[in-house]
């Protein structure tokens, strides 16, 4: 089994920046992508951003293109959101995803974080 500790949140100002980290743990498993989605109240929840551990390609929601990037370490089995030029509308609760596979049984897995808030307001 895979778990996923996420770390970074917080209360931010309108233009500000923020950092979250999400770090997958287990034994015999192999990661296949990882992503960040969020969660604002009443609404869906919906992709951030998502690289893939293989090839590092990435995949970023129209609405955070150009100021949050994700990125990797795979020897950490961590994933990474930068955030910048964080508005109001970024505010939701961020959950990490990660797609794995077992190996030492077949199927592809999908384990969530427990979530982490991000606020942004003056």
């Known amino acids: 089994q895979v778990q996923l500790v996420e770390s970074g949140g917080g209360l931010v100002q309108p233009g500000g920046s923020l950092r979250l980290s999400c770090a997958a743990s287990?034994?015999?498993?192999?990661?296949?992508?990882m992503g960040w989605y969020r969660q604002a109240p009443g609404k869906q929840r919906e992709l951030v951003a998502a690289?893939?551990?293989?090839?590092?390609?990435?995949n970023y929601s129209d609405s955070v293109k150009g100021r949050f990037t994700i990125s990797r370490d795979n020897g950490k089995n961590t994933v990474y959101l930068q955030m910048n030029s964080l508005n109001p509308e970024d505010t939701a609760v961020y959950y990490c995803?990660?797609?794995?596979?077992?190996?030492?049984?077949?199927?592809?897995?999908?384990?969530w974080g427990q979530g982490t808030q991000v606020t942004v307001s003056s």
């Open positions: 995803k990660a797609d794995w596979r077992p190996l030492l049984s077949v199927g592809t897995r999908i384990t």
């Open positions: 690289t893939t551990t293989s090839t590092g390609s990435t």
């Open positions: 287990g034994s015999a498993f192999r990661l296949l992508s």
